[in-house]
């Protein structure tokens, strides 16, 4: 490569790191972030797909969730997904599935972050510190679900981990996610033991959550009933600077610090703080910290035996607690207003107990998937470790054993194709014979129609017709008197038989009259058939044979293939179209019979892969037959069955 090719490519790759510290810069306007994000992403693309590459690609794909653009988020780390297992880039494999695993946390779809948490954690092998933080996460969606033993599990995993490590920073995050699991188990001690353990920790980093810490240090002795000494970690971070610099966390100790005198009996000047605090959190937006102001402030004014203003905030605070699927607090609030309002009491309590029981419900059925998607993940890493460790004698004999199941597989699904196709081939015999038994049947009643037709035509012509023109000509030998007027009458009734001769010779003439037998045969099977179905699928029809098609010329195997397919297109209609108009067309086009089967009912998807078994069936019949089958449908729009069969 020359120099100056050399000097552009790692101006560009500058450029990229730029960019993408650029796209994470939260005061630029998050269309410029995009724009950052955009580049970055084509330029990557751009290259052959490499491990650094593909972190910064994830990195990349991540950045595009920040900046809340949900759907690109998707391609893009789906993206990374896909180059990450062409390269067997374990790593950039593991991130894409934190990446969505954190995404689904944000959107509270815990089963599916639980999945890719799961999933990243296997990538993450041969990376401890990533192993850790996976287990990390595991941990908080097992809490969401108070399954405080499978989340104080892996939390203790991962501190071994960050222990080895010597990450504090996450030391101090995972000692403060036990001591609130110990808090929520209302094992107070053991709570204060795992916080002492992140003070320590906080000394080592320079990490603001000892500021959190002194707040829930203050909660744990709240809960335990040490308000004195509650309000004395509380008090450590009241000071102004902290109000000024940040005032969610300065209204919520504030909130605590208050709740906490109001618990000792001591009500000097807690109402102000109580509203300071709620004033803070309702301008910040939070509605969490809002909803647990208002509970603070029905606690507040119940003690007061103020019940009509405990009343108003319980009910801010249950419509709060709902609307934000807070269910704790949402309990709070139903148990709060059961107490106030005595006269809806017994509805509270209701609601209460009702949705207690469905939270537990939830929580368990949670519990079991988070367990059965460890269990499975456990087993696939140790059937991994197994499968390594083996000796190549056991491979060599694992290859052989799978040699040998292969080929008795082969062989067995040959025998099974085997006597299918003989199935078939008996059955379609089978079917040939029904049909031919069917056409001499029609045959042998036609021809005893026609006998009996002739036989008819026989005795009108030669016994009746006889008779008559014997019984004129005698009738023309008689002599007739003088009369006008019977000479009259006695010529009009020798006409008159004259005429009926005529008209019995012209019917003996049209019944002896011959016709094909075979196209009668034929459009009478069809019609018998259409007929009957017509009857059980409750639908009108349309028959028509082109007058130029010779049904004599046509073998019994594709007549009885005709059938077939008509019979398993009219079934289809009766089960699935709801049809209530069905066509049949017999045409001739390009020295190829065509079949039209048409109906008026709800169609289908042609798309779709897996056609139903009579599609295949009709198809099935039409390739015997050398033919082609269209099928044209679209929902609401019926069904269209075209079939051209070559004559010859």
């Keep these: 490569m020359k120099k100056e090719e050399k000097n552009i490519l790692t101006l560009q790759k500058d450029s990229l790191s730029i960019w993408i510290k650029n796209s994470k810069n939260t005061e630029i306007p998050n269309d410029k972030r995009r724009k950052f994000l955009d580049k970055s992403y084509n330029f990557i693309l751009s290259e ?384 040939e014979e029904i049909y031919l038994l069917t056409l001499n049947q029609q045959s042998k009643l036609e021809e005893e129609k026609v006998k009996e037709r002739n036989r008819i035509s026989e005795e009108l012509h030669d016994g009746i017709l006889g008779k008559l023109f014997g019984t004129r000509v005698g009738l023309g030998f008689i002599e007739i008197n003088s009369n006008e007027k019977n000479q009259k009458q006695y010529q009009l009734f020798l006409d008159e038989l004259q005429n009926v001769e005529k008209e019995i010779r012209d019917v003996s003439h049209k019944l002896s009259d011959n016709f094909d037998k075979s196209e009668v045969n034929f459009k009478t099977i069809i019609k018998q058939l259409i007929i009957s179905k017509s009857k059980i699928g409750g639908f009108k029809y349309d028959i028509s044979f082109d007058e130029n098609i010779n049904w004599y010329h046509f073998d019994g195997v594709v007549k009885v293939n005709l059938y077939r397919i008509i019979q398993e297109g009219i079934q289809n209609i009766i089960k699935y179209a709801d049809a209530t108009i069905v066509t049949i067309n017999f045409s001739l086009k390009n020295n190829n019979l065509v079949l039209s089967l048409a109906d008026n009912g709800i169609g289908f998807d042609v798309k779709k892969k897996n056609n139903g078994i009579g599609i295949k069936n009709i198809k099935s019949r039409v390739q015997k037959l050398n033919g082609i089958c269209k099928i044209s449908s679209s929902f609401n729009n019926g069904v269209e069955i075209n079939i051209e069969i070559p004559l010859n």
Excluded at 166 to 179: M, V
Excluded at 311 to 326: E, F, M, T
Excluded at 361 to 383: G, M
Aim: charged residues 30%.
């Design 48 to 431: 052959s797909a490499d491990s650094t590459s593909l972190r910064k690609l994830s990195d990349v794909a991540y950045q595009t969730f920040k900046v809340k653009d949900t759907l690109l988020f998707k391609l893009r780390n789906e993206k990374v997904i896909s180059l990450a297992s062409k390269v067997k880039d374990s790593f950039s494999l593991g991130d894409s599935h934190w990446n969505y695993a954190t995404y689904f946390v944000r959107t509270e779809k815990y089963e599916k972050a639980y999945y890719h948490f799961n999933l990243a954690e296997k990538y993450f092998k041969s990376y401890k510190y990533y192993v850790g933080k996976m287990l990390v996460g595991k941990a908080f969606i097992k809490g969401r679900f108070s399954d405080y033993t499978g989340s104080e599990q892996n939390q203790i995993k991962a501190i071994k981990i960050f222990k080895e490590l010597k990450k504090y920073n996450d030391l101090l995050n995972s000692y403060t996610s036990l001591a609130v699991i110990q808090s929520d188990l209302k094992l107070y001690d053991k709570s204060l033991f795992y916080y002492q353990k992140a003070l320590e920790y906080s000394s080592k980093v320079n990490n603001k959550n000892k500021i959190s810490l002194n707040n829930n240090i203050g909660m744990a002795y709240l809960e335990k009933g040490d308000y004195p000494k509650a309000i004395s970690y509380f008090k450590q971070d009241l000071n102004l600077n902290f109000k000024k610099n940040n005032p969610r966390e300065y209204a919520r100790i504030l909130d605590n610090y208050a709740y906490c005198k109001l618990l000792s009996n001591d009500t000097v000047r807690i109402k102000k703080s109580f509203y300071k605090a709620l004033q803070i959190r309702d301008s910040l937006k939070h509605k969490d910290d809002v909803l647990t102001s208002k509970i603070h402030l029905v606690e507040y004014y119940k003690f007061l035996k103020d019940t009509l203003k405990a009343k108003k905030y319980a009910l801010d605070a249950n419509k709060i607690a709902y609307n934000i699927k807070n269910s704790r607090d949402y309990l709070k609030t139903l148990k709060l207003l059961a107490f106030l309002d005595a006269q809806n009491a017994k509805y509270y309590l209701k609601n209460y107990i009702s949705y207690s029981d469905s939270i537990l419900n939830v929580e368990r059925t949670y519990q079991n998937k988070f367990a059965r998607i460890s269990h499975d993940t456990d087993e696939y890493i140790e059937e991994t470790e197994r499968l390594s460790q083996q000796k190549i004698w056991i491979s060599i004999i694992s290859i052989s054993t799978i040699f040998i199941v292969i080929l008795f597989y082969f062989l067995r699904v040959q025998k099974v194709k085997n006597e299918k196709l003989l199935l078939e081939t008996e059955q379609q015999k089978s079917n």
